[in-house]
């Protein structure tokens, strides 16, 4: 005779897997944990690399994306400050700069206060339907800190245009 409750292992586990490696709560807030895994490091060098793809999505905006909007949230109150750097690829890539910021910075300066860094925004080198944005996350603290990074595309109106985010490094 077979065990009824046999058949549903697999299944429970791919539920529990699929659950921890979650890292997007929605569109555009990304939950992350700056922590000690196999491949990262604790403390001050620990860092966190998201692209963020801003493209045309007719159900937000018609118009053109023309920057990226982000702040981030130190989610813990373990010691230490969060940062997040939002870099523009255009501009290191093109190595034309049109007068603009190449990387802006948010710090969220207390822990555990449910308070985010000022929002900040970095502009496109042109208003462009598709650009993409490298955002770095990095703390301070020799410790485990958990964030809230809200990062969307707008355009010039701020307006949500077409926002993607993807975790490149996981520390």
Known sequence: MRNSSSKHLPIAGLLLASAGLATTASAHEIIGSLSNGVLS?????????????????????????????????????????????????????NQVTNNLRT???????VGGDNSASA????????????????????????????????????DAGNNHTGTDSLQLQNQ
């Not at 053109?64 to 501009?91: C, E, K, M, W």
């Not at 080198?125 to 800190?145: E, G, L, S």
């Open 41 to 93: 490091q604790t403390g001050a060098g620990a860092t966190d690399v998201y692209t963020v793809s801003c493209y045309n999505d007719p159900t937000l905006s018609s118009n053109p994306t023309d920057h990226l909007y982000f702040q981030v949230r130190d989610a813990s109150s373990a010691g230490g400050q969060i940062s997040a750097t939002a870099i523009n690829n255009a501009i290191i890539a």
């Open 103 to 109: 990387a802006v910075t948010a710090t969220d300066l």
């Open 119 to 154: 929002v900040k925004t970095l502009k496109a080198p042109v208003p462009a339907q598709d650009v993409t944005f490298t955002v770095v996350v990095h703390h301070t603290a020799a410790a485990t800190d958990n964030y809230v990074l809200t990062a969307h595309c707008e």
